[in-house]
């Protein structure tokens, strides 16, 4: 019997982290049927970046949050910025304004999750038993709701350890069939869901270099589900 309404889903999601201690999962949920709208509402927001004098951002110019934060990208030269501001600071607000987007995108939820490392367990290792973990978790989720879910990851198509998460779900699959692995720079949405994975991972990590944004997540998508301990 269906106890809560979430409809049939298809989650985009990108992993973040710092190699060592902590990995990270953010996604954005759009409702099944709604994924041309969220698209329309993202392109939006990638025509206003392009529109914008103090940005050199084409529409189709991929978005790593991970560059974005640190400035990285940005012209030498010719491209002009507000008064009293270093040439970074619109490209680190790039993040910011992103997830505000985000959390304005029509029959969309967000989420992340987070797992820590342990001595002597390989990162790759946490990486994917968080990737289980979180699978598993939806799984239960959208069995309790009578729905059912897809995945769309950050990947070349080589991460077998990902489809193998997948088989191993135990009774009746609401997550269906394998990962869909497609590179983030080919995908815009799976690059929104790397902005929320970053930003998760700032939170957490409360980077002094990045104290800028250890509060963007929470403040651009207040509704946000997580970081969620997995």
Request: proline share 8%.
């Amino acid at each position: 019997m269906a106890i809560t309404r979430l409809p049939s889903s298809i989650y985009l999601a990108d992993d973040s982290g710092d190699a060592r201690r902590l990995a990270v999962i953010g996604w954005i949920r759009i409702e099944l049927g709604r994924v041309s709208d969220a698209s329309a509402h993202w392109l939006r927001f990638r025509s206003a970046l392009a529109a914008d004098p103090y940005l050199d951002i084409p529409t189709d110019s991929p978005l790593h949050a991970v560059d974005l934060a640190a400035g990285r990208g940005r012209p030498v030269r010719g491209v002009p910025r507000p008064p009293g501001t270093s040439a970074k600071d619109p490209y680190r607000h790039v993040v910011r304004r992103a997830l505000e987007a985000i959390g304005s995108m029509p029959a969309t939820g967000v989420g992340s999750a987070h797992r820590a490392g342990a001595p002597g367990v390989p990162f790759g290792d946490v990486k994917l038993g968080l990737y289980e973990a979180w699978v598993r978790h939806l799984n239960d989720l959208h069995a309790a709701a009578g729905s059912r879910a897809f995945i769309v990851f950050d990947g070349n198509g080589t991460e077998s350890g990902l489809r193998r998460a997948h088989r191993r779900l135990v009774g009746r699959r609401h997550v269906i069939g394998d990962p869909v692995l497609v590179p983030a720079p080919r995908n815009p949405l799976l690059q929104a869901a790397d902005q929320v994975a970053y930003a998760a991972f700032q939170q957490l990590a409360l980077q002094p270099r990045r104290e800028f944004m250890h509060t963007w997540l929470a403040e651009g998508v207040p509704h946000a589900a997580g970081p969620l301990a997995l």
